[in-house]
């Protein structure tokens, strides 16, 4: 919805104004329909932020993404009348009209029709508590005249990030790392701990760390106060559910659960179709995104409230390739076709990522894993360029509910170390009945080695080449779990794939000014799955079984009951090996040559281009020379 930034300074000099709007300036891309600021004192006193010096220890930026109330009495900084609450707030509450109606029913007045207004005056009414009653995704800074203190909170899942920076006497927030450059006392460093984790392990957000040593990540579901004498206070308001454990899982049961779930989507869907600008969706070939749009058709045809069409069907925005392989568009055209959704295709070329790169890496906030973000950045491109301002995306289902074959690996894992023959035998037939010999043979392999206490997988020749420094460097965060799915699904949720997901898909969609919203991490569907046992999840061979359930007759059956999966993949290979120039020139003389133990940059890079992990290490090296050097970063 937007970009914030801003500060609280409780004792020394504050920034200066200027300050304030240069940090909003560098976040214009995710608030193309306004900006606004505002300083604020102490006892209440507030105003737009001034040219020149100041002295109001407070500072609120905002760049306005219009969704829902388009008109001026959506504008922040928002106040509530007695204008001792100043909020500026990046997200979508989608249960805000249900809030709102709870609030005037308390007596509450309301000046606008804005999801905004409503996170001021339940702050006035409920407090803290507040944070469990929306239904969002969100970051949010509010200035509490009346209690003199900031306070700050992120959504439950993280979908929405908020960036720290404590420095004596001064706390400042934004949405992007790229907002504190403008910080005239501020030189970045990097982090030796975070990236070793991202070359190793590829992680991104994982912690409350971040690749800038000086800047922390408030991390999800978690709310921290700054109070006039300095006072640091901070909580979390909304745990993780604890998994749930191997346990027997009756046709029953699976038929009740697959009709709950599909309701928790239906519902999920329907709030998250609220807004007042068109609502499109990003759609490959597989289940997760075409059961968002089948779902959204659905309650399209029913009139559901507020949702803007500009027309018959949905747009819906698919990646496209010349590769049969790769290429998902005979399963989207499936869906689109069933919905009368308006298909519009985009096709990623490998010039057309070395001609984006710098610019993809600046608004990703750091270096890029894989190509396939790129897919993702240009299909947000074209749904911008088509006049849609909002998407439903499927991110989450495959950390929720077991998409990836690493899930069935981790299941048969699981399995034979609690002895469950039964059940193990019945998941291996269903392997080698769903994907023939070669994947029951890769997860048996896979299954073995975790089972001895080994990688199933080579650890790739890229760990020989870290400098000693940042081997050492390494956060020591436990980043895998190969036996216990329901512990792997936690850590893919919380710690590896699906903060990563976020990551880009957040900067990927506010790049171009648009809004993209998750049902499937919608909070009810999240604790619904974790309370799920792993039998739910995997069956019979089967990833995702219980979704596919929920979603029969719903979605096409071809795509409903598919074995294979794709995702927004790119032709990695291909891909590589016309990048072979940039690596050669980028990684000739790199500024990040001290975190690795090279002498000779030619012949390592001759080296990486040989195999496929060694490409794959290459690119995530250019990737962050290239940020390191846009950044300024010291190493």
């Known amino acids: 919805m937007c970009g914030i930034g801003g500060w609280f300074a409780w004792s020394g000099k504050p920034p200066r104004p200027a300050v304030l709007e240069e940090m909003m300036n560098l976040a214009a891309h995710r608030g193309p329909d306004g900006q606004a600021t505002v300083v604020c004192g102490l006892d209440g006193s507030h105003e737009a932020a001034p040219p020149g010096e100041s002295a109001w220890p407070v500072g609120l930026g905002h760049r306005r993404l219009a969704i829902i109330d388009l008109t001026e009495g959506g504008l922040q900084p928002m106040t509530n009348p007695e204008e001792?609450?100043?909020?500026?707030?990046?997200?979508?509450?989608?249960?805000?009209?249900?809030?709102?109606?709870?609030?005037?029913?308390?007596?509450?007045?309301?000046?606008?029709?804005?999801?905004?207004?409503?996170?001021?005056?339940?702050?006035?009414?409920?407090?803290?508590?507040?944070?469990?009653?929306?239904?969002?995704?969100?970051?949010?800074?509010?200035?509490?005249?009346?209690?003199?203190?900031?306070?700050?909170?992120?959504?439950?899942?993280?979908?929405?990030?908020?960036?720290?920076?404590?420095?004596?006497?001064?706390?400042?927030?934004?949405?992007?790392?790229?907002?504190?450059l403008a910080l005239p006392d501020f030189s970045p460093c990097l982090d030796p701990a975070r990236t070793h984790d991202f070359l190793v392990h590829g992680a991104l957000d994982h912690n409350s760390g971040t690749l800038l040593a000086e800047i922390q990540s408030l991390e999800p579901g978690t709310w921290l106060k700054v109070s006039a004498q300095g006072k640091v206070q901070k909580g979390r308001f909304h745990p993780w559910p604890e998994p749930a454990g191997l346990q027997p899982f009756t046709p029953a049961q699976r038929d009740r659960a697959a009709g709950q779930l599909a309701d928790l989507l239906r519902d999920s869907v329907g709030l998250r179709l609220r807004a007042d600008v068109p609502v499109g969706s990003c759609l490959s070939g597989g289940i997760d995104s075409s059961g968002v749009v089948c779902l959204a058709a659905e309650l399209l045809r029913e009139?559901?409230?507020?949702?803007?069409?500009?027309?018959p069907g949905q747009h819906v925005f698919t990646a496209a390739y010349?590769?049969?392989?790769?290429?998902?568009?005979?399963?989207?055209?499936?869906?689109?076709?069933?919905?009368?959704?308006r298909?519009?295709?985009?096709?990623?070329?490998?010039?057309?990522?070395?001609?984006?790169?710098?610019?993809?890496?600046?608004?990703?906030?750091?270096?890029?894993e894989t190509p396939s973000t790129y897919a993702q950045y240009k299909v947000m491109e074209l749904v911008s360029q088509e006049g849609i301002r909002v998407t439903l995306d499927g991110q989450g289902a495959d950390e929720l509910l077991g998409g990836y074959a690493g899930h069935q690996t981790a299941y048969l894992a699981q399995l034979a170390r609690s002895l469950r023959l039964p059940s193990l035998a019945r998941?291996?037939?269903?392997?080698?009945?769903?994907?023939?010999?070669?994947?029951?043979?890769q997860r048996?392999?896979?299954?073995?080695?975790?089972?001895?206490?080994?990688?199933?997988?080579?650890?790739?020749?890229?760990?020989?080449?870290?400098?000693?420094?940042?081997?050492?460097?390494?956060?020591?965060?436990?980043?895998?779990?190969?036996?216990?799915?329901?512990?792997?699904?936690?850590?893919?949720?919380?710690?590896t794939n699906l903060p990563r997901l976020l990551h880009y898909a957040d900067r990927n969609s506010m790049a171009f000014g648009v809004e993209a919203r998750l049902p499937f991490l919608d909070h009810r569907v999240v604790d619904f799955a974790f309370e799920l046992p792993p039998a739910a999840r995997i069956h019979q061979g089967w990833t995702?079984?219980?979704?596919?359930?929920?979603?029969?007759?719903?979605?096409?059956?071809?795509?409903?009951w598919r074995k294979d999966k794709i995702g927004f993949a790119v032709p990695f290979n291909s891909w590589y090996r016309e990048a072979a120039g940039l690596f050669r020139e980028t990684l000739a003389r790199p500024a990040i040559a001290p975190l690795l133990a090279v002498s000779d940059w030619p012949g390592f890079v001759e080296q990486g281009l040989a195999t496929e992990r060694g490409l794959n290490f290459l690119w995530m090296l250019t990737n962050l020379e290239i940020w390191v050097k846009r950044f300024k970063v010291a190493i």
Request: with cysteine.
């Open 303 to 311: 009139g559901r409230d507020s949702a803007v069409t500009t027309g």
């Open 444 to 495: 048996s392999l896979d299954t073995a080695a975790i089972l001895l206490g080994r990688s199933p997988r080579q650890a790739g020749w890229h760990r020989q080449w870290l400098a000693p420094e940042l081997t050492r460097a390494g956060s020591g965060e436990a980043l895998r779990c190969r036996d216990d799915l329901a512990q792997r699904l936690l850590l893919d949720a919380t710690r």
């Open 84 to 180: 001792d609450l100043w909020l500026v707030f990046n997200g979508e509450i989608y249960n805000f009209v249900e809030l709102r109606q709870e609030l005037q029913g308390l007596g509450r007045v309301f000046r606008s029709s804005s999801d905004s207004e409503v996170i001021l005056q339940a702050y006035r009414v409920w407090g803290l508590e507040m944070l469990t009653r929306f239904n969002g995704m969100f970051a949010l800074a509010l200035w509490d005249a009346a209690n003199r203190e900031l306070f700050l909170a992120r959504d439950r899942v993280g979908i929405k990030p908020l960036y720290l920076r404590l420095s004596p006497g001064t706390l400042y927030f934004a949405s992007e790392l790229k907002q504190f």
């Open 343 to 368: 298909q519009h295709l985009i096709f990623p070329t490998a010039q057309g990522l070395m001609q984006d790169l710098e610019r993809l890496v600046w608004h990703q906030d750091g270096p890029v």
């Open 322 to 341: 010349d590769d049969p392989a790769i290429d998902e568009r005979g399963f989207a055209s499936l869906t689109a076709n069933r919905t009368q959704a």
């Open 427 to 441: 998941e291996a037939a269903g392997i080698l009945s769903l994907g023939g010999f070669k994947t029951l043979r």
């Open 544 to 560: 995702k079984h219980l979704l596919r359930l929920a979603l029969q007759g719903l979605i096409p059956e071809e795509i409903a």
